[in-house]
């Protein structure tokens, strides 16, 4: 197994049992920067949601994935990119668009510094993903 592979494996081990569940109840309420993607399990077709680090510009969220494809939620959008997105205790409906060519190291510049600063570092193959809100849905408070 190689290196990359490794630190794929133990973030990911790390996010999933320690990090996640704590920052999936405040993701999109409490802390600035974060949000929490909802998206449809490609096997279950249940919903599956992930808090992610990024920011809204106008009407699109921007985010980068520290894992690419090899990420599950990267892998969800691919099967089917429309999802749910929780924004400042607020849904909003989209449709994700994984952006390969785009330069993903200068995007996380224009992201939230903390999560970009720990995107860079356990990241192993990064992947620019924008997530087009719908402007017309009606978005629903929790």
């Not at 096997?43 to 009407?59: C, E, N, S, W």
Request: hydrophobic fraction near 35%.
């Amino acid at each position: 197994m190689t290196s990359p592979q490794v630190k794929r494996r133990v973030v990911t081990w790390c996010h999933r049992y320690v990090v996640n569940p704590v920052t999936r109840h405040l993701a999109g309420r409490v802390m600035p920067g974060t949000a929490l993607l909802e998206t449809t399990g490609r096997r279950t077709g249940l919903a599956r949601r992930t808090p992610i680090g990024g920011k809204r510009v106008g009407d699109s969220f921007w985010l980068v994935s520290d894992h690419g494809t090899a990420s599950a939620y990267v892998r969800n959008i691919e099967a089917d990119p429309r999802v749910r997105l929780r924004l400042r205790a607020r849904w909003h409906t989209g449709t994700a668009h994984p952006l390969p060519a785009d330069d993903s190291r200068a995007r996380l510049r224009r992201l939230p510094r903390f999560n970009s600063m720990m995107v860079r570092a356990l990241g192993t193959d990064l992947l620019t993903i924008r997530i087009d809100l719908d402007p017309t849905a009606a978005h629903q408070r929790i």
